[in-house]
């Protein structure tokens, strides 16, 4: 599973990471608009690095404006380094990639006025330096579904899984989020009709339509919490979930929840017999499914008997 997109993207990742899926989340780091997706899938399928005139200098760093600031660098060598290292990582990753999970953020985009191109993140640019404007329907439909065409080309197992991050982009105004979101909404719809193996997941109507409560986001009343998160993988796993991944991700996560306790005497004759358990039940897993990697748990466990 390679997950791509806003950070709504980042939380289902980490969900399947916990469960041992073979996953890999935004290795461009957190991107919230189509066009910056799209442009990044592309770079994944073109086989060309990026050079150090793709960055540039602002406040002490060296940036790209394809990437989050987590690729900052004040050394731009260092940076456009560790830029190629996440980019030829991702190309091999994908290489074994079955399922793209799509997390759309946002239609309203900042252009470099002098590319005139989207970019994925402003770096704290002076606000002279774009233009900014809100993509239409088309504008997000068209390139989504041109780049869907040429992965599934390269992989004809592909699934795509594309949902709306619940995010809400508050900074823009109750009505401007809106408005936003909706043409996400319709150009995904746009996307799913042409294609038959891409598949809309409803993250951001079950929150605003199902939860529509502020007990459900962060104090920034923005995020959507933990609570939220755990109702919409509820529905992830009720939608895309065998009944037989279901109870295989319910051991592994019994034993993940496990191998993090902390016990008050670890000497004591239950916990060592808890432990012996657990390693029983990794090894056992292990034997069903010998691509599942419990390496941690194991250890942690290990480490703890006497």
Not at 55 to 71: A, I, K, T
Not at 92 to 113: E, I, P, R, S
Not at 228 to 244: R, V
Request: glycine share 4%.
């Amino acid at each position: 599973m390679l997950c791509i997109g806003s950070c709504f993207a980042e939380h289902i990742g980490s969900r399947l990471e916990q469960l041992k899926f073979p996953t890999l989340v935004n290795p461009f780091g957190i991107i919230y608009n189509p066009v910056s997706i799209v442009r990044v899938l592309e770079k994944l399928l073109s086989g060309t690095d990026y050079t150090e005139k793709d960055l540039f200098e602002n406040l002490g760093l060296w940036h790209s404006y394809d990437h989050h600031g987590r690729f900052s660098h004040p050394d731009q060598s260092t940076a456009f380094q560790q830029i190629n290292q996440a980019l030829n990582d991702a190309r091999q990753f994908l290489k074994n990639t079955n399922h793209l999970l799509l997390t759309l953020g946002t239609a309203n985009v900042f252009v470099d006025k002098q590319t005139d191109t989207v970019v994925a993140n402003c770096h704290k640019m002076p606000g002279q330096t774009f233009d900014r404007r809100r993509l239409t329907v088309e504008e997000v439909a068209t390139p989504l579904i041109s780049i869907f065409r040429r992965l599934k080309e390269e992989w004809p197992d592909l699934e795509v899984i594309a949902t709306v991050s619940p995010v809400r982009h508050l900074r823009d105004g109750l009505l401007e989020n809106q408005r936003s979101k909706a043409t996400l909404l319709l150009g995904l719809e746009v996307a799913c009709k042409a294609l038959p193996f891409v598949h809309y997941f409803p993250s951001y109507e079950i929150v605003l339509d199902d939860l529509r409560d502020y007990r459900f986001y962060e104090k920034d009343l923005s995020h959507p919490n933990s609570m939220a998160i755990d109702y919409i993988w509820d529905y992830f796993e009720n939608a895309f979930f065998t009944d037989k991944t279901k109870a295989l991700c319910q051991r592994i996560s019994q034993l993940t929840t496990a191998a993090t306790h902390r016990p008050f005497h670890p000497a004591s004759e239950a916990h060592q017999t808890f432990l012996k358990k657990q390693l029983s039940a990794i090894e056992k897993l292990q034997k069903e499914y010998p691509s599942l990697d419990l390496t941690k748990e194991k250890e942690a466990f290990s480490e703890q008997l006497l």
